[in-house]
């Protein structure tokens, strides 16, 4: 072989061992992998012991054929809804001249304080008529579209205008320029909310169980409360796992390979708003009207039963101390999941290939199953494996973590793939040591993301309710089980203290997320 063929050997193969991912990650990244599997191992494993001959009567009957639809189709419309919305009021707030821009970015983030299965009980307690795929898709846009808002908004924020002026200075109209450079720019962002939401759907028990629509989720709890770990059970659980796979695989598809770092010499300068004119008031209107659905039905409906409450519903020795448990596991759980993510995030972007998406993906399936099975899951492995750690705090935050970690990947993913890689790779070259460009570079440019996952996570483990019942240890009392309890009992006024403290428990962390998705708002 000559010289140069030599030499061009030598550099293939030192990019090769450059762009193969580090083997102290991959050695942080596998357990976590390993970990959020438990579930999908114990549904494989039951669903082996029932054999072909068990199991194919479960699948193929009707009833599959009717949950599969129902859960598809509120998937489909509420992600859709989502999806419209959460772009389109992204795009008044920060590409327009609406009057106090980031005083209405506030008050539409404000459902993200609002449990779905409280707003369900409010729309029930209000119109008791409401039910089926139309009050679901209802009830879910109106409490899911802050997850496809706030990502969308600082996307937007984020875009240098330079690029649809070159553009509309090509002939491009309005329509075509919003197609074809804005919305590319928006995808990571507006398919990272769109997968939360769709997988949020697939596991959402509460709000669906009040509206009376049947899904895989109501339906695979009602299993398990008929018979512990049955058959069925775990069938109707694959599927939904099945269901998660092909959202996850769609999300990467749809996603590319495209870098969202700006690259370049200089800065993007702050895009000059859309004048409004004559639709100023009618587009202030419509805000206030989708703000009296997402927030003033909800705030009627619990200020009506409070007047009913009893003071023996706000004893400060019951109320407060089921505060203070739901507040320390959802800052526990929140912590946990940020430091099991970073590293998988990172590597995810930052070392990409077929691998590294097999592992961060793994994540996200046990988020696609009801909290029940994920508490099974690890009820079962404790019992059999690590018997001290049953019903304790630690096995709780666990089971946390496995369900809400998408929620912290799809912050942290975004965060790092915004940061320049150059930036790290500068400080390396002036002779920082690895953990130096972490904490001064990688940490600085991140902390958004790493923040607003971890307010993500904690306004979900505020909300969850079968995972807590089957975990926590014993006489330990959320909000979210507490309330659970009342309304079950149609005890509407005893659950609406419970309403407000987890509405007031969840206005910090919706406020810090709000903040970091905001910084570099116009006023």
Not at 36 to 45: C, K
Not at 105 to 129: E, G, K, Q
Not at 509 to 518: D, N
Request: glycine share 8%; aromatic share 8%; charged share 10%.
């Amino acid at each position: 072989m000559t010289t140069p063929h030599i030499k061009a050997a030598t550099g293939a193969a030192a990019r090769w061992l450059r762009s193969r991912p580090p083997l102290r990650l991959l050695a942080l990244c596998t357990p976590v992998a390993v970990f959020a599997a438990i579930p999908l191992l114990l549904i494989a494993f039951y669903s082996v012991q029932a054999g072909w001959s068990g199991i194919r009567p479960l699948i193929f009957r009707p009833l599959i054929a009717e949950l599969l639809g129902n859960t598809l189709a509120l998937c489909g419309t509420a992600t859709a809804g989502c999806v419209a919305l959460g772009t389109a009021l992204a795009w008044l707030v920060e590409r327009t001249s609406l009057p106090g821009r980031s005083a209405w970015l506030a008050l539409l983030s404000a459902p993200l304080t609002i449990p779905a299965f409280i707003n369900s009980y409010a729309w029930i307690t209000v119109r008791p008529s409401l039910h089926g795929l139309a009050g679901s898709t209802l009830v879910a846009t109106l409490s899911y579209y802050p997850l496809v808002l706030l990502p969308v908004a600082a996307a937007v924020r984020g875009l240098d205008p330079a690029a649809e002026e070159s553009a509309r200075a090509l002939g491009s109209g309005p329509a075509a320029v919003f197609l074809r450079v804005v919305l590319p720019r928006l995808r990571p962002a507006l398919l990272g909310g769109a997968l939360l939401v769709s997988l949020h759907l697939l596991a959402e028990y509460g709000a669906i169980e009040q509206l009376r629509y049947p899904t895989f989720a109501t339906a695979i709890i009602a299993q398990y409360q008929s018979t512990f770990a049955s058959t069925a059970a775990n069938v109707l659980s694959a599927v939904l796992v099945l269901c998660c796979l092909a959202f996850v695989t769609l999300e990467v598809l749809l996603r590319g390979r495209a870098r969202t770092a700006r690259l370049g010499a200089g800065a993007p300068r702050p895009a000059v708003p859309a004048r409004l004119g004559m639709w100023t008031a009618p587009v202030i209107l419509a805000l206030l009207g989708l703000l009296g659905l997402a927030v003033g039905v909800p705030a009627y409906s619990v200020g009506h039963w409070l007047t009913y409450s009893t003071a023996d519903a706000w004893a400060p020795g019951v109320l407060l101390p089921t505060l203070w448990t739901t507040a320390k596991l959802g800052a526990a759980a929140a912590g946990a999941a940020v430091l099991a993510g970073f590293p998988m995030a990172w590597l995810a972007v930052r070392h990409r290939s077929g691998v590294t998406t097999v592992l961060e993906r793994s994540t996200y399936l046990a988020s696609a199953v009801p909290g029940v099975v994920v508490g099974l899951a690890l009820v079962s492995v404790s019992i059999r494996y690590a018997r001290p750690l049953y019903q304790t705090t630690i096995l709780a935050v666990a089971a946390y973590v496995m369900l809400f970690l998408p929620r912290a990947m799809v912050s942290l993913r975004s965060a790092i793939g915004q940061a320049p890689a150059t930036l790290d790779e500068a400080s390396r070259g002036l002779g920082s040591s690895a953990l130096s460009t972490f904490r001064r570079v990688t940490v600085p440019l991140t902390a958004p993301g790493i923040l607003a996952g971890a307010s993500l996570v904690f306004l979900a483990v505020s909300t969850e309710l079968t995972a807590t019942l089957l975990l926590a240890p014993t006489g330990t009392h959320t909000l979210a089980t507490e309330f659970w309890s009342a309304t079950s009992e149609i005890d509407y006024p005893r659950a609406a203290p419970y309403a407000v403290g987890l509405i007031l428990l969840s206005v910090p962390a919706a406020y810090l997320l709000l903040r970091q998705s905001t910084k570099g708002t116009a006023p």
